[in-house]
């Protein structure tokens, strides 16, 4: 489950959350460039569940920068768009703006 940066509160019971370990994590993002960060996931100690605190930049689940994402959805970004043809496949454009995702920048 998703955390917001800095969150102390588990979304699932309101118990504390602690620092469990780091992950690392791709990005897609402009250019083709694939970019690396470190994930802090965290745990709850009354419910046991962990949590994976994303940066505003990443979304739950995707493997593509924000910012292109929403380029996406806004139409901004299309299959013929200078630059992007090797991102993302037009099918997964299609499923993004069909499922309403929302991007925070």
Do not use: A
């Not at 504390?16 to 690392?24: P, R």
């Amino acid at each position: 489950m998703l955390v917001l940066k800095n969150q102390k509160v588990c979304p699932n019971c309101g118990g504390e959350l602690y620092y469990y370990d780091t992950v690392k994590r791709i990005v897609k993002t402009k250019n083709g460039n694939k970019d690396k960060i470190y994930v802090r996931r965290m745990v709850c100690h009354n419910c046991k569940t962990y949590h994976r605190e994303l940066p505003k930049t990443v979304l739950p689940y995707k493997q593509y920068d924000s910012e292109i994402i929403y380029g996406v959805i806004e139409g901004l970004i299309t299959p013929e768009t200078f630059g992007f043809e090797d991102y993302p496949c037009e099918q997964t454009m299609l499923r993004w703006r069909s499922q309403n995702l929302q991007v925070v920048l």
